[in-house]
């Protein structure tokens, strides 16, 4: 049956741009769809569920690796480099098996829904056993996240990822024997048995151009052009395979992307932090989408990707948490903004419209649901709210509501998420998961890293 949502403010379409509107009555569908939005509707009606603070589009999570939530602390203690981090994250991820996976993934994924996370997409290639041995059910590992954002109550975009050798013409070491398929025809035959579900869409990624053979890279991006799905790839995040490929190829990694097909619409760049002039044109010119992840970027020392030149040239821009060092979308899009201030010294590089944009509308896209991101009839009914009272958040008038969600608030902030109509977080409340804190140390402590 519909259900109504009474907002006290919303953050609604408008020609000349997005604008905070008062008293909006939102009406929901069977489907699971916005029906009808109406602004300056009067009090909240009697039967209507009241959601105070400013409503937003529930935000898309366009890059996930929900196992690394268990690094969150250790991986921060001392110095290194993204290469020792990565040391660490293969011994956690070596620790999983399907059902100590399902329990992770469902805590952090509760934990995206109290941030305000509608939508994840997540980069998954824990594929098989540790050594590489094959389950009963060869995708038991990817099952187990799509069963936990269903129980989570979110949505997901599977992007099982092809990730077959340790670097340019070598075989994977040992800790990656367990994501590697042997070729890429034997990963497009695993990923066939995937299927979608309401709340789950399938799509692909390249793990890295040192990860898949170049003769490789169309196998993949074929799949992907097939089915109509998103194909998502790390991208330069460190200079060190942007060196290893020029060594290897002559070309940098998104020449590479280019010559195999492997750029388009469809297509995310994750990170792409250290371009050439010819690389930004190239991901332009083919709107190839790029998905930038500040917090984990500045966490692993990456560097500040040129995500306001891409988006000047043509590249719509998505958001990620990756790491998930923390999980907060508004941190996220404000980082954008403050990390490019850093970098030029200038103030002004995207409005606040723009950075919501890009966690809702934006990142919906990229992961291949784009009838969600936007409050308006017809769209899928995801939403979230955060306060307007809390000592983050007060103050500014209303009207400054996407300011204030950007530059002010956090996800301790978010009061209400709502997906498909369903409200999954209840004044601050997980409504499926009882104890969000709870479940992330049990399913943590019970790896034993």
């Known amino acids: 049956m519909p259900v109504s949502y009474w907002a006290q403010y919303?953050?609604?379409?408008?020609?000349n741009g997005p604008v905070v509107e008062q008293d909006v009555l939102i009406t929901t569908g069977p489907d699971g769809r916005i029906v009808r939005v109406e602004?300056?509707?009067g009090p909240c009606p009697s039967g209507a569920v009241r959601l105070d603070g400013l409503l937003l589009p529930g935000q898309a999570n366009a890059h996930s690796h929900a196992f690394h939530r268990a690094l969150r602390g250790h991986v921060q203690v001392g110095s290194g480099t993204f290469w020792t981090w990565r040391d660490t994250m293969y011994r956690f991820a070596g620790a999983l098996d399907p059902d100590s996976?399902?329990?992770?993934?469902?805590a952090v994924y509760a934990e995206m829904a109290l941030a305000g996370i509608s939508a994840v997409g997540e980069f998954h290639y824990l594929h098989h056993a540790p050594g590489g041995a094959r389950y009963t059910d060869p995708n038991a590992m990817g099952e187990a996240l799509i069963e936990a954002a269903a129980r989570a109550g979110i949505r997901i975009t599977l992007l099982d990822t092809c990730y077959l050798s340790s670097g340019f013409g070598a075989e994977p070491t040992h800790p990656q024997l367990r994501f590697s398929d042997g070729d890429a025809e034997a990963w497009a035959v695993r990923a066939d048995a995937?299927?979608?579900?309401?709340?789950a869409?399938?799509?692909?990624?390249?793990?890295?151009?040192?990860?898949v053979p170049a003769e490789q890279l169309g196998t993949v991006a074929h799949w992907s052009a097939m089915r109509g799905a998103p194909l998502h790839v790390h991208l330069s995040e460190q200079t060190a395979e942007n060196d290893a490929c020029l060594a290897a190829h002559g070309v940098t990694p998104t020449r590479l992307l280019a010559d195999h097909g492997a750029l388009g619409p469809r297509t995310?760049?994750?990170?792409?932090?250290?371009?050439?002039?010819?690389d930004v044109t190239l991901l332009a010119d083919s709107s190839t989408t790029v998905c930038m992840c500040p917090t984990t970027e500045r966490d692993l020392a990456d560097g500040i990707g040129p995500a306001r030149r891409l988006a000047s040239a043509g590249s719509p821009i998505s958001l990620g948490s990756d790491s998930h060092a923390i999980i907060d979308p508004w941190e996220e899009a404000r980082a954008l903004e403050l990390d490019e201030r850093l970098r030029t010294r200038t103030r002004g590089h995207w409005t606040a419209n723009a950075l919501l944009r890009a966690g809702g509308e934006d990142g919906h896209a990229s992961l291949g649901w784009p009838e969600a991101g936007r409050i308006e009839a017809g769209a899928l009914a995801d939403f979230t709210a955060i306060t307007l009272d809390s000592v983050r958040t007060a103050g500014p008038p209303p009207r400054?509501?996407?300011?204030?969600?950007?530059?002010?608030?956090?996800?301790?902030?978010?009061?209400?998420?709502?997906?498909g109509g369903r409200h999954v977080v209840r004044d601050g409340v997980h409504q499926l998961v009882a104890d969000v804190p709870g479940a992330l140390r049990s399913a943590i402590g019970a790896l034993d890293c």
């Open 194 to 199: 995937l299927k979608p579900r309401e709340h």
């Open 39 to 41: 602004p300056d509707s």
């Open 268 to 278: 995310s760049a994750v990170h792409a932090t250290h371009l050439t002039d010819e």
């Open 201 to 211: 869409r399938i799509g692909a990624a390249i793990h890295s151009v040192r990860a």
């Open 10 to 15: 919303a953050w609604l379409p408008h020609p």
């Open 400 to 419: 400054l509501g996407a300011e204030i969600a950007v530059f002010a608030a956090s996800a301790a902030d978010v009061r209400h998420l709502v997906v």
């Open 101 to 106: 996976y399902l329990e992770l993934a469902t």
